[in-house]
C-alpha cells in the first residue's frame, strides 16, 4: 500500500507541473481566462501534493497561487 501511495503522489506531481507549465506558458502568450483557469487547477493538485509530503512552502505557494488567480477571475467575470 505504501508504494501505491509513492506511485500515486509521484504521478500527481508530475500531471501538476505539466498543468502549472501550461498554464504559465498560456499566460505568456495572453490566453486569458484559460492561463488562470489552468493555473488554478494546477495550484490545486500543487496543495494535495504539499499536504501527501507535509511540506509547508509547497501548501502556501500554491495556496496564494490558488487565490490569486481565483480572485482574478471573479473580479473579472463577476464584478
Request: aromatic residues 12%; hydrophobic residues 50%.
Amino acid at each position: 500500500m505504501m508504494k501505491l501511495n509513492k506511485d500515486v503522489t509521484k504521478i500527481l506531481e508530475w500531471l501538476s507541473t505539466l498543468i502549472v507549465v501550461t498554464g504559465v506558458f498560456l499566460n505568456s502568450l495572453g490566453y486569458y481566462p484559460e492561463g488562470p483557469i489552468i493555473m488554478t487547477i494546477g495550484s490545486i493538485f500543487w496543495i494535495i501534493v504539499g499536504l501527501r509530503w507535509k511540506t509547508p512552502s509547497i501548501i502556501i505557494t500554491n495556496t496564494v497561487i490558488f487565490i490569486l488567480s481565483s480572485t482574478g477571475l471573479m473580479y473579472t467575470y463577476l464584478a
